[in-house]
């Protein structure tokens, strides 16, 4: 038989670019770990940090839930976006009248930008080889 989910924990996907968070909040302390670490020892800079956290202070949460992040592909600042992606579904599905602030702030939004692909014939992606007249 399979355990019961605890109703006080909420979890939420986030993606940027390559990355995919799977966040899980608990009501707690305010304790980050992402991928078994504390998120000052994942994640390099402070703009990096301060955009995992971003919805949390957003919303007046910092400190009132403990975050389990599980996140991989990409880089680190495409994995900060995509902590912040789901840390912002996660606290939806805990309190909806947090919607409209997050949503006001772009943070519901998933940004779809991508690296674009290297076309055939040409060095990159917008590159082209120089142009010879002779």
Known sequence: MATA???DEFAATGRRKTSVARVRLVKGAGAILVNGLDVKEYFDTKD???TVSRPLVLTEREGQYDMKVSVKGGGKVGQSGA???GVSRALIIAEEDLRPALK???LLTRDARMK???KPGQP???KRFQFSKR
């Open 104 to 106: 006001k702030a772009g």
């Open 116 to 118: 674009e692909r290297k």
């Open 124 to 126: 990159g992606a917008r």
């Open 83 to 85: 902590v912040a992606h």
């Open 5 to 7: 989910k605890k109703i």
């Open 48 to 50: 990096m940090i301060d």
